[in-house]
């Protein structure tokens, strides 16, 4: 298993950018699929993104495609999450979660961090 601790997050204005990172610790982080979930008040906790092990291969919210990008450097163990044009609804806690396989992210089965915090307003 890895352990994840999510950064980056914080307060914005309407239009602006903010890129998170998910820093692992563990051996063969490589190997490992990895997501990014949000949660908002009062809402479920929604996948945002993820990626496969090597970053060959990337999946997106359909409401997200084309302002979030998900990318990952094995070197330094670490996904990033970029995200541009926010809107206040993009305002939730963001969570990295990593697994072997796909579907254990998305079913939630993977190891989680311990989240960053996203606030969105003028």
């Known amino acids: 298993q890895v352990q994840l601790v999510e950064s980056g997050g914080g307060s914005v204005q309407p239009g602006g950018s903010l890129r998170l990172a998910c820093a692992a610790s563990g051996r063969m982080f490589a190997i490992y699929y990895v997501g990014w979930y949000r949660h908002a008040p009062g809402k479920q906790r929604d996948l945002v993104a993820t990626?496969?092990?090597?970053?060959?291969?990337?999946n997106y919210a359909d409401s997200l495609k084309g302002r979030f990008t998900i990318s990952r450097d094995d070197a330094k163990n670490t996904v990033y999450l970029q995200m541009n044009s926010l809107k206040p609804a993009d305002a939730a806690g963001y969570y990295c979660?990593?697994?072997?396989?796909?579907?254990?992210?998305?079913?939630?089965?993977?190891?989680w961090g311990q989240g960053t915090p996203v606030t969105v307003s003028s």
């Open positions: 979660t990593a697994a072997t396989r796909l579907e254990s992210i998305q079913r939630r089965f993977g190891s």
């Open positions: 990626i496969s092990s090597g970053g060959g291969s990337t």
